[in-house]
């Protein structure tokens, strides 16, 4: 009877644990996104000139945004063809993309609010969902993905409406890659092209 | 290329449009070429794309971007010059509202009660209090809009959505939405009524609705298209991405609304899975 109750209680921890263990890692991930949504909002809504919020921004991405997981996933099977020189030149620049396209999708908005939805597990990973509002704008149901919720959270993704940024990056490369003879550095160069555009 | 198209006198700009559409229609440089099969991972690309039209659907993505480019663009700029924000807003409610016969049909063929009632809800508060649908009471009162096409509707009876087609003026789509967008246009009791000579009274509300609704949605899609063609380094690769997954996620959403019918003043079930 005792050893059979033990096991029963056995059981239900050994069930139960995980299961918390999940929802402390959504939790976490939630408290993370709140922070970073929260610095993000501040440097948008904020005062400062074109080049601050820029600076504000570049902030933000360096410490709460996993930018070389999503560069590779971005490159996709062109990563593994890549040299490692290349590998770098595409990351660098890769990070300077990533900084002058969310500055300038946020950049010119004004009085951005945004409110906390549900959170849930995905793969080792946590997907906070949030709805961004805008004034004279319906309100955008953005979801974000978080990597390692519970030991080293980053953002990996962000789903606008259900459109995945990385994997809408990840197309274009590919598409500009394969009209242009699958070669990385007429990549990379067209990349250079775009953030000396975007200063 | 973008000028040439309108260099042609107006009145008639219209039949040889459709003439040099075909024409290109007929000329075009055919399908994409497949990658070998010793190239995996550049066959899985080429089949996860599904874009064996590409060089066709290219050209129609120019012709579109070049009438975009001098005619509705221009008009999204000036009717957002023009015209307030909160009397767009009315308009595009009024629009929305009159859109209700095609949207209930679809929720109902998607076997959604709960869709069906939040439209019909929607149609009887903003008809009324929403002053012929110029304000959206019905969101506010609990029911929010969603989206309803044919579309849709076949892709939940499980007809899949086939390549991807970027078409003449319906810009990006594929052979399920297409039909679907037929399909609607022909189920909107507005199509039917008064057409011919006899009513101009009815054109004239034709017409105008037909171009509301192209300005009102360029409108609102203005800093989007505008962002996406400045940072995008192949923006016809970065539109049929974006198509794609929002039109699987529309699907997903519509899927997975699967909230009890029982009224709110019956005794609820256990767990009631309101959304």
Not at chain 2, 109 to 136: C, H, Q, S, Y
Not at chain 2, 227 to 248: E, G, V
Request: charged residues 20%.
């Amino acid at each position: 009877m005792i050893n059979r109750r033990h096991f029963l209680i056995l059981a239900a921890a050994s069930v139960a644990a995980p299961l918390a263990a999940h929802a402390q890692a959504t939790e976490k991930a939630a408290a993370f996104v709140k922070s970073t949504g929260d610095r993000l909002i501040a440097v948008v809504n904020g005062p400062g000139s074109a080049a601050a919020k820029r600076a504000g921004m570049t902030q933000v991405i360096d410490t709460d945004v996993d930018v070389e997981g999503i560069g590779r996933f971005c490159l996709g099977r062109f990563w593994r063809q890549a040299s490692p020189d290349q590998q770098k030149r595409y990351l660098d620049l890769f990070h300077q993309v990533l900084v002058t396209n969310i500055t300038s999708k946020l950049g010119e908005y004004q009085g951005v609010t945004f409110t906390m939805g549900r959170s849930k597990e995905q793969d080792d990973q946590a997907v906070i969902s949030t709805t961004v509002s805008r004034p004279n704008n319906a309100p955008t149901a953005v979801d974000w993905v978080i990597s390692n919720p519970s030991s080293n959270p980053k953002i990996v993704d962000v789903l606008a409406e259900g459109t995945s940024l990385r994997l809408t990056q990840r197309q274009d490369y590919a598409s500009y890659l394969v009209h242009n003879n699958n070669n990385i550095d007429a990549l990379i160069a067209a990349m250079k092209t775009q953030t000396e555009q975007g200063k | 290329m973008r000028p040439a198209l309108f260099v042609t006198p107006a009145k008639r700009g219209a039949a040889h449009l459709l003439m040099y559409l075909a024409i290109v229609a007929v000329a075009l440089p055919g399908c994409a070429t497949r990658p070998p099969a010793s190239d995996p991972d550049a066959l899985a690309d080429y089949q996860q794309t599904d874009d064996p039209l590409e060089p066709t659907n290219r050209v129609f993505y120019a012709i579109n971007n070049g009438l975009d480019t001098v005619i509705l663009r221009p008009a999204a700029l000036a009717y957002r010059y023009a015209v307030p924000a909160p009397v767009r807003d009315g308009l595009h409610n009024v629009l929305s509202n009159i859109g209700t016969p095609v949207k209930l049909t679809n929720d109902i063929l998607e076997g959604k009660p709960r869709r069906a009632g939040d439209t019909t809800m929607r149609f009887l508060i903003n008809t009324t209090a929403g002053v012929l649908g110029i304000f959206d009471v019905a969101t506010k009162l609990g029911y929010p809009d969603h989206d309803a096409d044919f579309g849709m509707t076949m892709a939940l009876w499980g007809v899949p959505e086939g390549p991807f087609l970027f078409l003449p003026v319906l810009g990006p789509t594929d052979p399920r939405d297409a039909a679907g967008f037929g399909l609607d246009v022909a189920i909107d009791p507005f199509t039917w009524i008064g057409t011919g000579p006899n009513h101009p009274g009815w054109s004239a509300f034709t017409y105008s609705r037909y171009g509301l609704t192209a300005v009102d949605a360029r409108e609102r899609v203005l800093d989007a298209t505008d962002s996406i063609k400045k940072t995008a380094l192949d923006p016809y690769a970065t539109f049929r991405s974006l198509y794609r997954q929002h039109r699987h996620a529309q699907i997903e959403t519509l899927r997975n609304d699967n909230r009890a019918t029982v009224p709110v003043w019956f005794p609820q079930p256990a767990a009631a899975p309101a959304k």
